[in-house]
């Protein structure tokens, strides 16, 4: 078994098919803490809807801990700040920080994974990540997991973070060769119909498959062709 925190985006869709190569169960969790919108829960339903099609056992739960936005609504993906539309290794995009979200998820899939019996608990923290969000860093794994331990000695339970030391090509590119549905994955900060392919994410998602040779089947080829625009132009301006 194997419980993995899953939103729905690129990055946790990989890892779900990852997985399921080597866990026989996966319990995948996906929060609501208030978000700025709820598009991402959304499509997380869909991915794992057709992982049950394929043939994999995922068992999903939406945690709501929605209550939660008013003690840490800062910011522009809990709070009310403007979403920047810029390189998404910019410092602007630090007001995209969820305050200590990735230690709140991890602490309650820990719990739940000693509820039902499993030793790990597997996030998708990755090296593309590393300019600005601080629990995303191996240092902060690493610390995370000897906590975990500590407070858990009696049954313990590991953090695992798989694609630390991949960027977003690299792990695109693992997902390609897995057939992982990102046509379904939801990556936008904003939460309107479609993306806006201008924020931080829906560049680095535009960088990651065309560093990769291949379109986003998530978006339309008109889509496609102005997401590469806008990636090109914010590159320039940098």
């Excluded at 208030?34 to 991915?47: C, S």
């Excluded at 610390?143 to 695109?172: G, H, R, S």
């Excluded at 900060?189 to 065309?210: M, N, V």
């Excluded at 997401?227 to 320039?236: G, H, Q, S």
Aim: charged share 30%; glycine share 6%.
């Amino acid at each position: 078994m194997a419980v993995l925190i899953f939103s729905g985006g690129l990055d946790s869709t990989t890892l779900l098919w990852f997985l399921a190569k080597k866990a026989e169960k996966i319990h995948a969790l996906t929060f609501n803490y208030g978000q700025r919108h709820a598009k991402e829960i959304e499509h997380a339903k869909k991915i794992v809807d057709l992982a049950r099609d394929e043939g994999m056992e995922v068992e999903h739960m939406i945690v709501d801990i929605s209550s939660i936005r008013d003690l840490i609504a800062v910011g522009a993906l809990a709070g009310d700040e403007e979403v920047p539309k810029a390189h998404y290794e910019d410092e602007a995009q630090r007001v995209t920080i969820v305050p200590n979200r990735n230690m709140i998820f991890l602490s309650i899939a820990v719990g739940y994974a000693i509820k039902v019996g499993d030793n790990a608990v597997y996030y998708s923290a990755h090296r593309g990540d590393y300019a600005n969000y601080p629990d995303c860093r191996k240092e902060f794994v690493k610390a995370m997991d000897t906590a975990v331990y500590l407070a858990n000695i009696f049954t313990p339970v590991e953090i695992k973070a798989p694609f630390i030391d991949m960027n977003k090509v690299e792990i695109i590119k693992l997902g390609l060769k897995l057939g992982a549905p990102y046509h379904l994955t939801w990556t936008c900060y904003e939460g309107k119909e479609r993306p806006c392919l201008s924020c931080g994410a829906c560049i680095e998602r535009t960088e990651a498959f065309l560093k990769n040779g291949v379109k986003d089947p998530a978006l339309s080829d008109k889509e496609w062709e102005k997401a590469v625009e806008i990636y090109k132009r914010t590159c320039k301006r940098r």
